[in-house]
Nanobody
Framework: QVQLVESGGGLVQAGGSLRLACAAS????????MRWFRQAPGKEREFVAA????????TYVDSVKGRFTISRDNAKNTVYLRMNNLKPEDTAVYYC??????????WGQGTQVTVSS
């Protein structure tokens, strides 16, 4: 059974930092690119960041460039999202996903990030 479990969400003040983690099981982790998405209330799910199988390449949505960093530890089957200088508009449920191609094959249940102003 493939499982992706996000953790690390919570309440933080604007300008603060938070690190999300997504622990994967039931799949060959280093064969998948990993992605982070987020969804704010009343909005569609938005792509945030992606990292390749061996961390060679990373991609970010423009709104988080310079503030967020995606990384992975294949030995721990875990992908991380370090979020610095958080803004209220970053408030959302954050989801991780595993992808073997252009589409996402598996999704986690999400973790809530709330940034207060």
């Amino acid at each position: 059974q493939v499982q992706l479990v996000e953790s690390g969400g919570g309440l933080v003040q604007a300008g603060g930092s938070l690190r999300l983690a997504c622990a994967a099981s039931g799949l060959t982790f280093n064969r998948y690119s990993m992605r982070w998405f987020r969804q704010a209330p009343g909005k569609e799910r938005e792509f945030v960041a992606a990292i390749s199988w061996s961390s060679i390449g990373t991609t970010y949505v423009d709104s988080v460039k310079g503030r967020f960093t995606i990384s992975r530890d294949n030995a721990k089957n875990t992908v991380y999202l370090r979020m610095n200088n958080l803004k209220p508009e970053d408030t959302a449920v954050y989801y991780c996903a595993a992808a073997s191609g252009t589409g996402s094959d598996y999704w986690g249940q999400g973790t809530q990030v709330t940034v207060s102003s």
